[in-house]
């Protein structure tokens, strides 16, 4: 295991002080915990928490800030952060608003947020959530845990942070930031693993010329592995099935292409060049779109395609401004 | 079984899970993320850090008190569920001195019906329950059988261990190995992997 | 080679096409051309032309937009661009302000940018330029072709860049980047290479327990090769390279800890905190840090760490507002 | 040598670059950045694109559009100093129909003049004119010593050679092998090796 650290143990905590040394004027740390808070506490508005285990960097502490996230909740690497840390984090930048609660789907994440919330509303507190659930790598029915959340999170902290920047109240908020995981749709593929610092193995090992299709953001392997193709086919078969998985066409939409931690933009850019002509022909037009490392995978060498399909509200929301360490938007 | 006895099946719980660390995790890389070794022993390592020095002197609150710690300073999914099997675990010994092999049964059972509570899986999905529901039905049919210490716990252990066996020949439906489909068949899942070496702790000290 | 490309031959301009697909808000392309320029000229300001060989992405083309630069000139991956590629480029965006090419400090750069001004002054365009060399793992004398420029040079385009929005004329410009020149150092390392795809093999190869110190942006090896080690120590080596470089004590400063392409956010980060706790010792105030990827060598591993002193002008502009596709300062 | 067996030579060149892309590229990836070869082997290539179906005739106009298409069209550090070293050449035969041997010394002049005029390197910096020069240079004495045709290139081209040869033992101050320092030592510069492959391209259709 090649990294750029001291020791295993204190990987999530140097991270997090190096984040609130470089961000002061964004990012604050609550005192014994790993728990991200704005700089500045904005009352009067809907709180929005979010998090999830470490090793997504920037998310989800990038995110914190004016526009988008008003906590970040992160665990140890890969998992889920512990009900005391999300409740921390609630009881911090609560306001008479209310607090909504972004969980992506994990069993780990959605009983620790869930444990956090029965905690809050214990004590008074308003509260929501809504689950994101956008990887159409993995198959849904009601007999299984559901889809995955992965990088369509990014959508709903920017439209639902925006919304409740707006001072919308509890239930407004929610309901975009549901719309937000209704319409995003998300799948991706790895070539090089990536390893947990405290475990020290890769989540899988792969040929010269093999991947792995339809990857989570947890290092873990896909659904299967292929041969590596030109990634133009790799990206018609990302969108093929984002897109038989929801009626895009003659619509509007963000796009989204994520790198995991270790893909150069150089590659990243590639794909959209793809991802823009394949749209393009079917008549889905391009709003607005992501290129870069939002929702990584610690240096796993892959990449994510997400296609939010956008209403005029969801539109005006991912223009209007933000400022945080990792997304910036004039507005 | 009198309380410090039950502090020292605690204590081999912790042992247990140490001494698997990597196995739980290899297990975990394979279908999962590759952590449930690193969470299970970062949560019994805090228990015994609760633990030491404190004066708690029931079973119950030493059971409160485990299931407390896992539940909310561990994290994953591993913490709730095993969490919440604990402080449940616990309500059955409420007001009790000493803890006979007669209350492990309700123990169990209180630990699974917690476990289903909070995530909602059943028998054959690939999970810790694929242990734990097998062992409870094990040791209920050797007590209703008149089988004593020892030979109960040996079948509650032992099909326990076949429960996690078993769990390589299906698909997980629930948690983080549901993801990777037909690819978690030929590994056995690492909760019900933990859930034996905890078991077991109970027969080494009993 | 592992890379999601379709093929080598066709990298740089999939890539280029990708990126003004993401950003046509931005950015234009030039027909027949990869030159990159914003989508809408301004007038009346002096222009900023800045490139050098593709691989560093974002930069050079990601920082093209309001605040930064009018133009950037990709060559070929690692190949400085050709004179007429870059007199393109400054007839595109020059104005009767003139036009300043902010340059790396290399032979090909060099040579290749002032043929183009050589042209350009022909026709009666004034013309300035600068050349950055903050790289401090080389040595500076008479004798050698001087120090490199490496991800110091973001610091040149958005100080500049801000001082030519305000309308400055040429001179002020030019000094002003002469300036963030003289006053910013920058060192870096590796633990893993990167592959030019054209090539198709590693610039160099590290044994499991190695690292090349002293590196460049172009994959090639550093100035020499050590033993990994704890990430602190190699902070601190580079901070004694830098801080022996230029006297900062006592003074404020920017820091930029950049990402090869390859380095996930998480060792960025953890580097981070131990920049920002050895310069709180050296009583070096820090006004400003960006952590990520600002100039890459493709998916290399390694980062650098870069030290502006500022002034108060400096300081200003630096904090004035940009807006491009991989810088926005809201200011 | 006529204009159509200047032309051969040119071709020639293209063909031994584009022979040795591969060896160049290696030899520029131990000190510099790896791509010597392809940069040289698209310049060539350019350079053919652009005189396929030309209507130019003369000597000059020949090695000026070489020059011009290496300087314009192949970045890099070797683009820009081959290109003005094509182009000082052409000046060096202007207005003459043929090319003789007597002509290539005021053109090697010219061009390693070029070079420097570029590149302010001088000999002894481990870059093409540790190759250029001492080729200049015993062409120079071959030709006073009354040495014809193929033994004045032979001497030539020894030269090149083996000053491409000493340039394994200094150390790079000029170009990007400067930025390695002492570990340049030992490696061949990539860019006297190509000089050396341009020269015999000469020999081989004089
Ligand atoms: N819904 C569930 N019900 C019961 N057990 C579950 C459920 N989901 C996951 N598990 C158990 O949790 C184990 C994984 O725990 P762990 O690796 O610590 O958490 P995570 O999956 O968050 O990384 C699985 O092997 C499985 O036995
Ligand atoms: N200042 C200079 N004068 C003469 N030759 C030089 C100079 N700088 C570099 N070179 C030559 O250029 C060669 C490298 O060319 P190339 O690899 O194509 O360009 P780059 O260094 O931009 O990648 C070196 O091997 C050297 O011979
Ligand atoms: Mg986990
Ligand atoms: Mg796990
Ligand atoms: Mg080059
Ligand atoms: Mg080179």
């Given at each position: 295991?090649?990294?750029?650290?001291?020791?295993?143990?204190?990987?999530?905590?140097?991270?997090?002080?190096?984040?609130?040394?470089?961000?002061?004027?964004?990012?604050?740390?609550?005192?014994?915990?790993?728990?991200?808070?704005?700089?500045?506490?904005?009352?009067?508005?809907?709180?929005?928490?979010?998090?999830?285990?470490?090793?997504?960097?920037?998310?989800?502490?990038?995110?914190?800030?004016?526009?988008?996230?008003?906590?970040?909740?992160?665990?140890?690497?890969?998992?889920?952060?512990?009900?005391?840390?999300?409740?921390?984090?609630?009881?911090?930048?609560?306001?008479?608003?209310?607090?909504?609660?972004?969980?992506?789907?994990?069993?780990?994440?959605?009983?620790?947020?869930?444990?956090?919330?029965?905690?809050?509303?214990?004590?008074?507190?308003?509260?929501?959530?809504?689950?994101?659930?956008?990887?159409?790598?993995?198959?849904?029915?009601?007999?299984?845990?559901?889809?995955?959340?992965?990088?369509?999170t990014?959508?709903?902290?920017?439209?639902?942070?925006?919304?409740?920047?707006?001072?919308?109240?509890?239930?407004?908020?929610?309901?975009?930031a549901?719309?937000?995981?209704?319409?995003?749709?998300?799948?991706?593929?790895?070539?090089?693993?990536?390893?947990?610092?405290?475990?020290?193995?890769?989540?899988?090992?792969?040929?010269?010329?093999?991947?792995?299709?339809?990857?989570g953001?947890?290092?873990?392997?896909?659904?299967?592995?292929?041969?590596?193709?030109?990634?133009?086919?790799?990206?018609?078969?990302?969108?093929e099935?984002?897109?038989?998985?929801?009626?895009?066409?003659?619509?509007?939409?963000?796009?989204?292409?994520?790198?995991?931690?270790?893909?150069?933009l150089?590659?990243?850019?590639?794909?959209n060049?793809?991802?823009?002509?394949?749209?393009?022909?079917?008549?889905?037009?391009?709003?607005?779109?992501?290129?870069?490392?939002?929702?990584?995978?610690?240096?796993?060498?892959?990449?994510?395609?997400?296609?939010?399909?956008?209403?005029?509200?969801?539109?005006?929301?991912?223009?209007?401004?933000?400022?945080?360490?990792?997304?910036?938007?004039?507005? | 079984?009198?309380?410090?006895?039950?502090?020292?099946?605690?204590?081999?719980?912790?042992?247990?899970?140490?001494?698997?660390?990597?196995?739980?995790?290899?297990?975990?890389?394979?279908?999962?993320?590759?952590?449930h070794?690193?969470?299970?022993d970062?949560?019994?390592?805090?228990?015994?850090?609760?633990?030491?020095?404190?004066?708690?002197?029931?079973?119950?609150?030493?059971?409160?008190?485990?299931?407390?710690?896992?539940?909310?300073?561990?994290?994953?999914?591993?913490?709730?569920?095993?969490?919440?099997?604990?402080?449940?675990?616990?309500?059955?010994?409420?007001?009790?001195?000493?803890?006979?092999?007669?209350?492990?049964?309700?123990?169990?059972?209180?630990?699974?019906?917690?476990?289903?509570?909070?995530?909602?899986?059943?028998?054959?999905?690939?999970?810790?329950?694929?242990?734990?529901?097998?062992?409870?039905?094990?040791?209920?049919?050797?007590?209703?059988?008149?089988?004593?210490?020892?030979?109960?716990?040996?079948?509650?252990?032992?099909?326990?261990e076949e429960?996690?066996?078993?769990?390589?020949?299906?698909i997980?439906?629930?948690?983080?190995?549901?993801?990777?489909?037909?690819?978690?068949?030929g590994?056995?899942?690492?909760?019900?992997?933990?859930?034996?070496?905890?078991?077991?702790?109970i027969?080494?000290?009993a």
């Amino acid at each position: 295991m090649k990294k750029f650290i001291n020791s295993v143990e204190n990987v999530e905590e140097e991270m997090i002080q190096g984040l609130v040394k470089a961000y002061p004027q964004y990012l604050r740390k609550l005192e014994d915990s790993h728990v991200i808070v704005r700089a500045k506490k904005k009352e009067g508005k809907v709180a929005l928490v979010s998090g999830g285990g470490s090793g997504h960097e920037p998310a989800h502490a990038g995110f914190v800030g004016e526009g988008m996230l008003d906590a970040a909740v992160p665990g140890a690497v890969y998992t889920s952060p512990t009900p005391d840390a999300v409740y921390e984090a609630i009881e911090e930048v609560k306001t008479d608003e209310g607090v909504l609660l972004v969980i992506k789907n994990y069993t780990g994440d959605v009983m620790n947020f869930e444990m956090a919330r029965e905690m809050a509303e214990g004590e008074g507190i308003k509260m929501a959530q809504v689950v994101v659930a956008d990887d159409v790598a993995v198959e849904d029915s009601t007999w299984t845990v559901g889809r995955r959340g992965i990088a369509g999170t990014i959508f709903v902290h920017k439209i639902a942070g925006a919304k409740a920047e707006q001072g919308a109240d509890l239930e407004e908020v929610r309901c975009v930031a549901q719309r937000v995981c209704d319409n995003v749709r998300s799948m991706g593929v790895a070539i090089e693993p990536c390893i947990v610092p405290a475990n020290g193995k890769p989540g899988f090992e792969l040929a010269e010329d093999e991947m792995e299709v339809g990857i989570g953001i947890h290092g873990e392997p896909g659904t299967h592995r292929e041969k590596i193709r030109p990634v133009n086919e790799i990206v018609d078969h990302l969108l093929e099935k984002i897109l038989e998985d929801l009626p895009y066409e003659g619509s509007e939409v963000a796009v989204m292409v994520n790198g995991s931690g270790g893909t150069p933009l150089m590659e990243l850019l590639i794909i959209n060049d793809h991802v823009a002509d394949v749209l393009a022909e079917k008549d889905i037009k391009i709003v607005k779109t992501f290129v870069g490392n939002y929702m990584t995978s610690i240096e796993m060498a892959g990449f994510s395609i997400s296609l939010l399909k956008l209403d005029d509200e969801m539109k005006a929301l991912l223009n209007a401004r933000a400022d945080t360490p990792a997304l910036t938007v004039i507005g | 079984m009198d309380f410090d006895t039950l502090m020292s099946v605690i204590c081999q719980m912790q042992k247990n899970i140490a001494e698997n660390r990597e196995y739980l995790s290899d297990l975990d890389r394979a279908i999962g993320d590759g952590d449930h070794g690193i969470n299970m022993d970062r949560g019994f390592r805090e228990v015994m850090k609760k633990l030491e020095g404190s004066s708690i002197n029931t079973p119950a609150d030493l059971l409160r008190t485990v299931g407390m710690t896992l539940a909310f300073k561990v994290g994953g999914a591993a913490g709730p569920l095993y969490g919440t099997a604990f402080m449940k675990a616990s309500e059955a010994v409420k007001g009790k001195e000493t803890v006979s092999l007669d209350d492990l049964l309700p123990m169990l059972d209180r630990a699974i019906e917690g476990i289903q509570l909070r995530g909602k899986a059943v028998r054959g999905e690939k999970t810790m329950l694929d242990a734990l529901i097998p062992a409870k039905e094990a040791l209920d049919q050797a007590l209703a059988e008149g089988l004593a210490g020892d030979d109960a716990l040996d079948a509650m252990i032992k099909a326990a261990e076949e429960g996690a066996e078993y769990t390589k020949t299906i698909i997980a439906t629930k948690g983080r190995a549901s993801y990777v489909g037909e690819r978690s068949i030929g590994h056995m899942d690492p909760g019900a992997a933990s859930s034996c070496l905890l078991l077991n702790a109970i027969k080494t000290h009993a």
